[in-house]
C-alpha cells in the first residue's frame, strides 16, 4: 500500500519535472521544427558529425590497441623477479594513473609540435592516442596483475616444481588463463577510451564532440547538437557495457576456464591501494 | 610567492590554479556523495518506479563523454537557457558562473559512480541481515538508515577514494569552459615559456601530490574501517 502511494508520487514529480524541462525548452524556442530539422539532412551529417565519427573511432581503435600492448608489457614488468624491472614498471604505471589524461595530451601535443614529430594535420590525433595509450596502458597494466593474481597460487607452484622458469610458467600457464579472465574488464575499458576521445576538444582534434558544437554554432542550435552526439554516444557505449555485462555472466556460468574479473569495479589495486582508475 | 618560475610566471599563480582544481574537486565531490547515495538507495528501493529512473540515470550518464556533459552545462544551460547559476550584478559573474556550472557538471557525472559504488557496497552485505531487519518490521527506510549503509559504507571506502581520485583528474576538463585551474594555466605557460619539459613537470608534479596521499590515506581508512564477515 504505501509502496504503492510511492509509485504514484514518484510518477507525479517526474512528470512535473518533464513538464518543467518542457516548458523552459519551449519558451527558448528550442524545440522547434527549425532546430531538429538539419539532423535529417544529409548534409549536416556529411559535412560534421560523421568526420567526427571517423575521429572518434580511429583515435579509440589505434588507442586500444597500443594501450593493450603497454599493459601488457608494463603488467608483466610489474610481477618480474628482477628488482629494477619491477620497480621501473611500478613508477611507470603508479605515475600515469596519477596524472590527468588531459595534462598528458597537451603535453604531448605541444612537444610533437616543437619536434616536428608528426605531420601538422595529424599532431592533434597523436596526442590524443599518447595520451590515452599511456592512461589505459597503465590501467590495463594492473588489470592484467590483478587478473594474474586472482589465479589459484597451486598454478605458479605445480609450473615451477615440473621445472619451468618463470618466463615459461607466466607464458604457458598464468598469462592464458588471466587474458581470458580480464575479457569483460577489457570490453568495458573500451567505453572509457571512446568517451575519453573527447578529451581531445581541447587540443583541437576533430572528434564527435566538437563536431556537435561546429554544428551547434553553425545552426544555432547547441542543445539538439548536443543531444545528438550524446545519443550516439550512449547507444554505442551501452551497447558495450551490457556486452561485457553478458560476456561475464556467461563465463561465470561455463565450468570450463578460469572465473571473469567483476566488470563496473575501479581499479583498486596498486602500490596506493586507491590509485585512480577503473571506469570512470 | 612572488618569484618567477619562469618568464611572467610565479609561483603564487601556480598554486592558486592549484586552489581552483582543489575546490572544484570538493565541492563536486560533496555533491556527488549526496546525489550518488539518494541515486543508489532509488536503485534499491522496493518501489519500480524509482529503479527505473535511478538505473536510467546511471546507464545515461555514465556512458557520456565528461566534456560533452560540460560544455552542455556552458553552451546549453548558460548560454541558451540562461541557468547562469549566479547574480549579473557581481563583479566576478563570468568566473563564477562557469566555476559552478563545471561543478555542476562533475557531481551530476561523479554522482553516476558513486551510485554503483554504493550500491556494490549494499551487495556484500549477506542478504539475511536485510531479512532479519525486514521481520523485525523495519522499513525500508529504516533498514537502508540503520543496517544496509552503515556497513555499505565501511566496505566501500577505498573504492569511493579512486572514485575520489578520478574526479580530481578530471576536473582538468574544466577548463574546457574557462575555468582558471591548472591545466588552463599549463597551457597557458606553454605557450608563452615554450618550456615544456618544466612546465610539464611541474603539472604533472602537481597532481601526483594530490592524488597519491588521497589513495594511501583512503587505502589506510578502507582496512581500518573494514567490517568482518
Known sequence: M??????VVTVVVTLLVIWVIYSKLNSKGQLTAAKWEPFVSANLWKT??????????????V????????????????MSTHNAIRWTCSVIVE?????????MMIFAYFL???????PSKHLALAGVITGLTLYNGAVIAEIVRAGVNALPRGQAEAASSLGLGWGQTMRSILLPQA???????????LVVVLKDTAIGYQITF?????QGTQVGSAYGNYIPALIVIAVLMIVVNFALSQLAVWVEGRMRRSRKGPAPMQVDQPVTQGTFAAGGGGTI | MNSEVLPGFTVGQILEAFWTTIQLTVFSAVGALILGTVLAAMRLAPVPMLNWIGTTYVNIVRNTPLTLIILFCSFGLAQTLGITLVDFQSATSIEDSNFRLAVLGFTV?????VCETVRSGVNTIPLGQAEAARSLGLSFGQNLRVVLLPQAFRAVVAPLGSVLIALTKNTTIASAIGVAEAALLMKEMIENTAALITVGAIFAGGFILLTLPTGLFFGWLGKRLAVAQ
Do not use: C, K, W
Request: charged letters at 10%.
Open chain 2, 109 to 113: 557525472y561523479t554522482a553516476a559512480f
Open chain 1, 48 to 61: 560534421y558529425i560523421l568526420p567526427g565519427v571517423q575521429g572518434t573511432l580511429t583515435a579509440a581503435a
Open chain 1, 112 to 118: 610533437y609540435a616543437a619536434y616536428d614529430v608528426f
Open chain 1, 179 to 189: 587474458i581470458t579472465s580480464m575479457l569483460p574488464v577489457l570490453i568495458s575499458q
Open chain 1, 63 to 78: 588507442s586500444i590497441v597500443l594501450a593493450l600492448l603497454l599493459g601488457f608489457v608494463l603488467g608483466v614488468g610489474r
Open chain 1, 95 to 103: 605515475f600515469f594513473r596519477a596524472v590527468p589524461v588531459l595534462i
Open chain 1, 206 to 210: 576533430l572528434e564527435m564532440v566538437r
Open chain 1, 2 to 7: 504505501r509502496n504503492h502511494a510511492i509509485s
